[in-house]
Each structure stands twice: as structure tokens, then as C-alpha cells.
């Protein structure tokens, strides 16, 4: 078990835009420091999306008959509401100015994490920005990447700001890991009097991702890309899929 | 914002017994280390739970009826059970092997947080351990007693593992909190554009806990005490119970 953690976040980072190489823009961010072995690049959805050009401008957008009845119930955009839509298999709940989904991923989150701040306006266009479309797969791409350049076993996560059920405030959590277990399955190991514990599955990639929004921020001095370095495990590698509980396990759905 | 944090596990913390000044076990494992101003001292919640007493003898215990007929449903201990519905205000979902209440404290939890490992076992009897009393109490004597030793102000966080609605694996957060923001509200403030961010308030407290957590452990490698170094916040300092979402606003329970 790890004693100490450091965690940074990279400067100089420049604005992405669609079809940067992020691998690229971090490598020159580390500016010539070598990541080492087990450190995790955690790296927020946002430019990651920006990356992967997953903008959707609301003027291309048509809203459906359930995107207008929806929108008018909440008080949305409609083709806010209807892009929303498309990214969710349903929506778990809805009030005034608050739509909570099922995202096509499996994720229970606010608004399918369509995201209306920090894109940049065009005159007259009003873009929003979708989650990547597989954030375990662009985890793995920069994971393979970074591990080319640096020669050693790295970790990658991609992390968002969730809220959460009975609880205030946004956590950071993982929506896309690679080089990593996302859960810790400590079942059958002694605890401290030799008895079994009985409940311990640790959701490590999330409790990495919430330690790394720390220095992520939110607003204008956001630093998007913090590496973590320190941890270890045995745990086998397993993507931020696993985080996700099957409906079926699930009592609050 | 934080550009870079540490984070390290205190050493040589002997167990803990009830009576046990925190405080001074946790002074004596610095070791002549001084805390810095704004550093976060987080400490396990069992600790804590340990050093107040706040242990039950089963044998003690006499179920209810209600506790009788809710552990035939779920399979578990009715004394065991007793306990859990003695240290809450409603069941919110029960299953086979699972019980998830309303804590007095607010928190929706299993079992109420009543745990039944890491607890020294005496000569036939079962012991278990309940959740401190007032955590924003007891993290707040934690704080007095170091800053007054170190002459600085620092923040102390009574941290536990919780599982979540709709993901696995279990989280660190915050059950209590001393010296500094649990909440921080960005709301109103500018994103990269200019425009107002909509919704953005950070479960800092909950982002930290879950931070030290990474060191923390479960199992027989425990390390209940992590030095938080490097964050900064210009939030108003608030309690841990601020992050339990109220009834009132709370769409799943």
C-alpha cells in the first residue's frame, strides 16, 4: 500500500480544439519531465470531447415531439433537451430546470453530460459539447500513446464532475480508464483481527478522478490535466465500464 | 487554485482504544513534523469511533420486534439489526444481506455505518462499532487541539467509505469536517468565456476524503491518518453536514 501521493496539474496547456492530439499537447505540457512507472494522467472529459470534436452546434438540432414536452416541462432548450435525449436510454428523473438521465453509457448523471460552458461561441452558433463516445477507448488511445513516448506501464483516466444521490456538490469521478483497476475487490482479505471483510470493493479509478478535480477547478483557471503518482496495486486492470452498476444491482433506478 | 498537492500516511499510530486522545497519538506521529497552515489532517472515521467508545456489545442488545422481522428479511443478526435501526431514522431500501437507511446524522447509508470488522474481538462477545456522535463535533476538537499545538489554522475531515446509488465500489467522504469549506459554490462565477458557469458546486470535503482514502486501505495495512498538503480555498469554512442533501431536495429516497 502507498504511503504518500503527489498529484500536479500540467500548465500550459493550450486551448484545445477539435482534432488536437492531446498525447501531443500533454507531452509538451510535461516539458521534458519522464512520467514513471504507475503514475495516472487524469484528463477531463471536456477537452477530451473538445479533442474528438464532439461539439453539436443547436442550430443543426430538430427537436422531436418528447423533446419538446420534456423541454417545456423543465424549462429547456428543446434542442437542448433533444440532444440530451439522444445521448440517454432514459430519463431516471426530471423537474424544473433538471433533467437526470441514463446516458447511453450507463452513467445516471445531469443533462447526459451535455455541457453548454467552456465551449467557445462562434457569432450567432450555440454549441454545446456530448461525452466522448467511448471514454474507456480514448483512455486507452492516450494510455498506449504515452506509454510509447515514456517506455514505462502508465495509468489514464477520464474524469467528470458528478452530482451525486443525498449528498451536496459535485465529486470527480471516472468515466473512461486504461493501465488501471477501476475497482479494488478487497473481499476475503483479513481485516485487522484476521475476520473476512465483508464489504470492500473500492472504487479506486473514482477516488483517483475526485482526488485529481482537486486541482482541476471548474472555471476560468481550470487546469484540465493533473497527474497522480504514487499509487500502486495488484488489482487486475479493468476499464471505468466496471464502475457502472448494472441496472439489475441497482435499487435506486 | 492548487497547482500541485501531497498527500502522506502518519506512521506508527498504535491501535486505538477508547479514551485514547487523538489528538496526541497524532501529534506523536509526526515526530517532530510541523502541520502547515492549510494543511488537512483526515482521519478515519473508526478511529475516531474507537477513541469515543462508541462500541455496542451485542449481548447487550435486546431486539425489537421490528428489528426481529427486518433481519428475517435480510438474513442478518436481529441484535446486529437493532443497533442499525437504533442509529437511524428510516429504512430506505432493504434486500437480502443489505439494509440502507437514513442515518440520524442525515446520511443514507448501509447498515448505518455500524461495522463489524476491525473491531478487537473480546472473549465471547461481539462487539461493533457505530458511527461517532456528532463527526463535525469531534472533527472540530480534533482542529482546536492541533492548531493549538501548532499555531496554525488547519482543517480536519472524519472520513468514511460509502457505496453509491448506480455505481460500485465504495468512495471516501466526508462525515465530518473543521476548518474548512465542505462545499465550495462556484456558482455565478465566469467560465473560460465569460459566461456564468450554471451549475458548480464542488463537494470539496467529499473530494478530499476521497483523496486520502487512496492511502487509507481497508484492510490489515490501514492507515487511518492522511496529511493533506497544498490546497487552498477562498470559500466560507462550513461543516460536514452540509453535504447531506435534505429530504426536501432529494429526488431518490
Request: glycine share 8%; net charge negative.
Amino acid at each position: 500500500m502507498s504511503s504518500a501521493l503527489e498529484l500536479f496539474a500540467l500548465k500550459g496547456l493550450p486551448m484545445v480544439s477539435a482534432g488536437d492530439d492531446l498525447a501531443a499537447l500533454i507531452i509538451a505540457a510535461l516539458d521534458g519531465r519522464e512520467l514513471r512507472r504507475g503514475d495516472i494522467v487524469v484528463v477531463a472529459q471536456k477537452i477530451v470531447s473538445k479533442a474528438e470534436g464532439r461539439t453539436v452546434d443547436l442550430a443543426t438540432v430538430t427537436p422531436s415531439a418528447a423533446a419538446e414536452s420534456l423541454a417545456a416541462a423543465v424549462g429547456k432548450d428543446p434542442r437542448l433537451v433533444e440532444v440530451i435525449l439522444s445521448e440517454s436510454t432514459r430519463v431516471v428523473r426530471s423537474r424544473p430546470n433538471l433533467i437526470i438521465v441514463q446516458h447511453r453509457l450507463g452513467f445516471v448523471m445531469a443533462n447526459a453530460g451535455v455541457d453548454q460552458s467552456n465551449v467557445a461561441p462562434a457569432d450567432g452558433v450555440h454549441r454545446v459539447l456530448l461525452l466522448p463516445r467511448d471514454p474507456d477507448a480514448s483512455a486507452e488511445a492516450l494510455r498506449a500513446k504515452l506509454e510509447q513516448r515514456y517506455g514505462v506501464s502508465v495509468g489514464v483516466i477520464i474524469s467528470d464532475s458528478f452530482g451525486r444521490a443525498w449528498r451536496r456538490g459535485t465529486c470527480g469521478i471516472a468515466i473512461g480508464a486504461a493501465g488501471l483497476p477501476s475497482l479494488i475487490d478487497l473481499r476475503g482479505q483479513p481485516d485487522l483481527f484476521g475476520r473476512t471483510l465483508e464489504v470492500s470493493i473500492i472504487g479506486f479509478a473514482d477516488e483517483i478522478a475526485a482526488a485529481a478535480s482537486l486541482l482541476q477547478g471548474q472555471a476560468a483557471e481550470a487546469q484540465p490535466v493533473v497527474l497522480v503518482r504514487g499509487l500502486d496495486w495488484s488489482a487486475p486492470i479493468a476499464p471505468a465500464a466496471e464502475l457502472v452498476r448494472p441496472l439489475e444491482e441497482d435499487l435506486f433506478r
